[in-house]
Structure formats: structure tokens, C-alpha cells
């Protein structure tokens, strides 16, 4: 086992790279494992316009490669692999075991993980990702104005983001597969009185087509086997997020879906193990939002080192 660093970040998306920048220039000793390439998410976004300091937008990959650049000039250590699990010892530091058998020992950690969206799974979503395809209303919407979109899902999240998106598009159509919708009964007042929405019940997703872009949608009717078309500019699709937790033990608290549980100085149930990003429980997931929980998570672990002997 290498030596014992005072912070491991997990995760280089923006909630782990933005932990780093804060650690490295609090003076800590800080390593990043990741996984895949640093960015996270941001790199399947096509156009970032809500990021503050970017009036006329940026794109995911160009935005991710700027913090990571920023962050590279503080020389800290950083380390692929895919962690297979976090373990407190007696003595009070944490190991962390990698899928290659590889074990490292941090006085604290940050898990900055994400989440990732969960997907149809049907032909054409993967290829139009960034191109039509989309798992954020409030990320993509303004892309759409005046255009003809579907929104998969029965949901709060499914119902919110459609009314969200109602400012923007010409028309929208909440394709659900059940016959009535699971969100609250208010939204569903709101939804289904809104001239912009128009339900399509008992119905699925069978395939995305299009060409440079999202040009139609083919659904199923789940009772009648029925195929149709919607010739539509965009997919949104809303049918659940999960957290990029599954390795955590039982020890770390988290919510019915497997976020990480923490207070507002985004300290976990265990000693020295801090969130921030996506894969925390809260209300909101965005780029800006996971970079302050970056911040705070780095500040928090500075504080929890400085107690120790």
C-alpha cells in the first residue's frame, strides 16, 4: 500500500476537479482517482449556457478541459482506476481498494462520482446524444425553441422538466407507458391543462431516427402493439437517475435511490468521508451546483484534517 495522502478525491467530473483546485490551494496533499477522462457528465453536453461567465455559451468538452487545465497547474496527483470500495480502519484513515488490486490510504476522502441518467436503451438514443437526445431540460431546453419535442416519462421529473420546457418549444409530447401519470397531483393538473403537452398513454419508445439530428421518434402502444411515428426535433428523456455509488458499504448513509446523505458542509455519516456533485441527495444537479459542492467539500475536509493529530 502507498503511503497515506491527507485527501483522495474519487470522481474528476466538475464536483471532484473543483475539490481538488480548493484542496491544492488550501496546501493539502490531494490525489484524484477517476475512473474514465476528467469531465464527467460535462462531456456528453454538447452546449453548456447556463455556466456563469460564459454569455455565449460553451461546449461540455471545452468547458471540462478548461478546469481540468486550470487544475493542472497546481501539479497534483492523479491516478485511473475504477474504485471497488472505501474502507475505514481502526487507526482512522480510509483505504481505498481499486478494481486492479491497487490500495490507497487517505486521511480523508471526497466521493465525487455522479450519477448517470437512465437510458431507453433503444436504437438510435446513444447516436443522438448531443444531437437531439437529451436528459436535461434546463441544460437544453432554449436549444428547441419553436420546435416539436418528446418527453419520456410519468414522473415529477418527467412532468417538471415538460412544463419547464413549455417556454420554449412549440409542442411537447409526454410519451408515458402507463395510463395515468405517477407525479403529484398538482403537476399533473398543470401538465395535462397545458396547451403545449399532449399526453401519449400506454405507450413506449421503440426506436430514435433521424440524420445529422433527431428527425422522429417510433413508439409502441404497449396494449395493442400499434407502431407510430412522431416526427419530433428532440427527445428528452426522464425515467430515473442513479448515483455512481455502488461501491460505498452500508456504513456511508444514503437515500432510497443510493445518494450519499450529507449535511450542508457536505459531511457523509462516516468520519473523514465528505460528498459533493451528483452523487449527492439534494434538489438540484447542475455543473454550478456540483462546483459549489466541490468547494465546500474541500473546505469541510481542511477543517476535518486540522483536528487531527
Known sequence: MSRTTELIIVGAGPAGLTSALYAARAGLDVLVLEKLSPGGQVLLTDRVENYPGFPDGITGPDLA????????????????????SILLQKSGDITIHLAGGEVFSA?????ATGAHYRRLGVPGEEEFIGKGVSYCATCDGPFYRDQEVVVVGGGDSAVQESLFLT???????????????????????????HPKIEPVWDTIVERIEGGAGVEGVVTKNVKTGALSRLDVQGVFVFIGMSPNTGFLGNDIRKDERGFVITDEQMRASVPGIFAAGDCRSKML?????ATADGAIAAYSAENYLSTLS
Open 107 to 111: 486521511r480523508a476522502v471526497v466521493i
Open 65 to 84: 478541459e478548461r478546469i481540468s487545465e486550470q487544475v493542472k497547474k497546481f501539479a497534483i496527483r492523479e491516478k485511473n482506476g475504477e474504485v471497488e
Open 167 to 193: 417556454a420554449f418549444v412549440k409542442k411537447i409530447y409526454l410519451v408515458h407507458r402507463r395510463d395515468t401519470l405517477r407525479a403529484s397531483k398538482i403537476l399533473q393538473d398543470q401538465a395535462l391543462s
Open 285 to 289: 444537479r447542475q455543473i454550478v451546483t
